[in-house]
T-cell receptor
Framework: DTAVSQTPKYLVTQMGNDKSIKCEQN?????MYWYKQDSKKFLKIMFS???????INETVPNRFSPKSPDKAHLNLHINSLELGDSAVYFC??????????????FGEGSRLTVL | KNQVEQSPQSLIILEGKNCTLQ??????????LRWYKQDTGRGPVSLTI?????NTKSNGRYTATLDADTKQSSLHITASQLSDSASYIC????????????FGTGTRLKVLA
């Protein structure tokens, strides 16, 4: 009974391709996030949506485009993939903002390898 | 600039031993601090959350402390087990009302038999 699920778990692709990662949460949370974890294991925020509205958009290349069809889903589409995009991408959700309880629930991650 | 720094970067201990991980932050205004455990190949999972007024919080063999004056937190693991081998991440939320969590660089703990 997975709370935050991401697909695919592994993705290997060639430079220049376009790929998508899907995320769904069944916790009834209002806020969803995409994080990128680099080789040094540092988690960096990319995007956040609250009730389908974009609330955080960090300095991310516009090749990355998030889409939230409803508050339970947040997908990440990446155009023209580059070598530097290789990383593990984590989806997360929270019920409240960080200033309240706001515990983050993470998916299992999607490891993207660009060749 | 809001930052969270953790030490040590990595740690190796023998099973059954205790260890303490450190987290220093410069986040202002401060709201709360969380410790997460990330097993290899998995997503981070919350261990504890501490607000400004809390000094200590325990979760089984994990005990977190917070000193809001010095802006330091520690995570103490008692009687370590092989399953404690993981990365431990300190995450601080500021009180400005944004949805940003400030992540530390993590401590990689390896427990040996």
């Amino acid at each position: 009974d997975t709370a935050v699920s991401q697909t695919p778990k592994y993705l290997v692709t060639q430079m220049g391709n376009d790929k998508s990662i899907k995320c769904e949460q069944n916790l009834g949370h209002d806020t969803m996030y995409w994080y990128k974890q680099d080789s040094k294991k540092f988690l960096k925020i990319m995007f956040s949506y609250n009730n389908k509205e974009l609330i955080i958009n960090e300095t991310v290349p516009n090749r990355f485009s998030p889409k939230s069809p409803d508050k339970a889903h947040l997908n990440l589409h990446i155009n023209s993939l580059e070598l530097g995009d290789s990383a593990v991408y984590f989806c997360a959700s929270s019920q409240d903002s960080p200033t309240v309880t706001g515990e983050l629930f993470f998916g299992e991650g999607s490891r993207l390898t660009v060749l | 600039k809001n930052q969270v720094e953790q030490s040590p970067q990595s740690l190796i201990i023998l099973e059954g031993k205790n260890c303490t991980l450190q987290c220093n932050y410069t986040v202002s205004p401060f709201s709360n601090l969380r410790w997460y455990k990330q097993d290899t190949g998995r997503g981070p999972v919350s261990l504890t959350i501490m607000t400004f007024s809390e000094n200590t919080k325990s979760n089984g063999r994990y005990t977190a402390t917070l000193d809001a004056d010095t802006k330091q937190s520690s995570l103490h693991i008692t009687a370590s087990q092989l399953s404690d081998s993981a990365s431990y991440i300190c995450v601080v939320s500021d009180g400005s009302g944004t949805y940003k969590y400030i992540f530390g660089t993590g401590t990689r703990l390896k427990v040996l038999a």
